[in-house]
C-alpha cells in the first residue's frame, strides 16, 4: 500500500511508476518483478507522475486561471480576436488533468484518475458559467469567424490533437516547458468551452454541440495518446496480453466511435469546398472581365445547393441566374438555387460627375453655415433685426440697411461694435452699411377682363 496516499507514483521500494506494487509485474499476478529496470528510471517516473498528479488537483490555482482564461477566450471571440483566443490558449490550466486521466489509465491509479477527472469537470463547468454570464452581458451576440471555427470539427481535428498529446507527453517526460506552449495552442480547450456558453445563451444549440464535439475530441485524444506514450515509456504495471488488449480495444472503439460525426463534417466541408469551386468556375465563364464579385456564397443542405451573391456589371444580364443554375446543376447533378442580384457600376465619366456634384453640395453646405453664422452675430443684442440684413453667399457680401438720421450717437456706436466685431469674426466677409429704404407699396393690378 501507499505511505503517500494522494501522491500518485511515491509508494513502497518496490515501487512502480504506476503506483502499483512490484515495478512491472505486480505480485498479486503471480508474476516475478523485472530486474531490468534501473533504480534511477523508477525514480524519475515517481517524480513525473508526482507532478502529473499536482498539476490535476483542484485549488484555488486552478479555478483562478481557468476564471482568466475564459474571460480572456470569451472577449476575443467576441472581438473575432484570434491574437487574444491565443492568449486564452496559453493561460488554460485544463491541460493538466486531461494528461492526469490519461497516465492514470496509462498506470491504473484509480486515485488520480478521479481526481484528474473531478478537476476536469469543474473546469469545464466554471468555463461554460463564466461565459454565458459574459456573453449576457455582452452588446456583441453576432457570430464571428473565431466562433464559427470551432463549431465544425473534422478528423483533421482529432489527428492535430492525437499528435498535440503525444508533444504533450514528450514534454512532460524531457520536462521541455516550451514544448507544452506549442501543445496548449494547437489543442484548443477553452475557446470551444466559450463558444458552448455563447451558443447557450445566444439560443444557438447547433453552435453549443458543435464545440462541445470539438472540446470532447481534443480531451479524449489527447488523454489516450498519454496513455499509449506512457505505456510506451513503462508506466504502469506489465499487463497481461489480454489486458493489453483490452486496453487498445477500448481506447480504438472510443476514438472510432467519435470519429464517425467528424468524418461526416470532413464530407460536408469537403463538398461544399467542391461545389463553391465548381461555382466559382462557372460563374467566371459566364460573367465578363469588366463585372466583378462583390459577394458570393454556397450553401450545400441535403442534396441541394443554394448560390447567394452580388455582381457589379456595366451591362445587366437577365438569363445569368438560369444559366449558372443549369451549369453547375450539371456538373454535380443537384438541385441548384441561384440568386445573384447584378448592381450597375460606375464609368469613370460617371464617378467624375459625382464627385463634382459632391464637392458643389458640400460648397453650398458651408456658405450656408457661415451665412448662419455671420446672422447670429450681427443679430446679437437684439439691436440689428433680420430684415435689416441682406446677405449674397456668392460674393459673400452682407449690407446691414441703417437710418443714419434716427440713430442716436449711442444706438450708432453699438451697431459698429457689432458690425467691426462681425467683419473680425468672418475675415472672408465684406460687411457694409446701407441707407434704410423704406419699403414701397406695389400699385395694385388692374382687374382682369371678365370673358363673355
Known sequence: MSRHPGRAGVHTAEFSAGGRRASHEAADTGSAPREDVPAADTHGRSLILASVAR???????FILLITLATAVATLGLLQDSAAVVIGAMLVSPLLGPIMGVGFGLATLEPTLIKRSLITL???????????????WLSPI??????????????????GVAVVGGIAGVYAILRKLS?????????????????????????????????????FLTNTLAIAFAATVVARLNRFGPSLTPQHTAMQVVGIVLTLGILSIPLALSLNRIAREVAARSVVQ???GALIDGGTRIDELSVQLQDEAVTVDGVLLVDRFDATLNTRLRDAVAERL?????????????????????????????????RRDAESEALLRDLMVGGLIERSAISLDAQTR?????????????????????????AQAAHPGWVIVSGPLVPVTPAPPAPP???AP
Open 55 to 61: 498539476d490535476a488537483r483542484l485549488d484555488r490555482k
Open 397 to 421: 457680401r452682407a449690407v446691414v440697411a441703417r437710418d443714419a438720421d434716427g440713430e442716436g450717437d449711442q444706438v450708432a456706436a453699438a451697431l459698429d461694435r457689432i458690425m467691426a466685431a
Open 178 to 214: 516550451g514544448v507544452m506552449v506549442g501543445v496548449a495552442i494547437a489543442t484548443a480547450l477553452v475557446p470551444p468551452l466559450s463558444t458552448v456558453g455563447f451558443g447557450l445563451v445566444t439560443g444557438r444549440l447547433d453552435m453549443a454541440l458543435g464545440a462541445g464535439l470539438l
Open 281 to 283: 468556375t462557372q460563374l
Open 141 to 158: 451576440a453576432d457570430v464571428t469567424g473565431e466562433l464559427s471555427a470551432r463549431t465544425q470539427p473534422t478528423l483533421l481535428d482529432l
Open 333 to 365: 447533378d443537384r438541385t441548384v438555387s441561384v440568386n445573384i442580384v447584378q448592381l450597375r457600376q460606375q464609368t469613370g465619366a460617371a464617378q467624375q460627375v459625382e464627385d463634382r456634384l459632391n464637392q458643389r453640395l458640400a460648397a453650398l453646405e
Open 121 to 135: 469537470g469543474a473546469g469545464m463547468g466554471a468555463a461554460i458559467g463564466i461565459a454565458m454570464l459574459l456573453v
Open 448 to 450: 382682369a377682363e371678365t
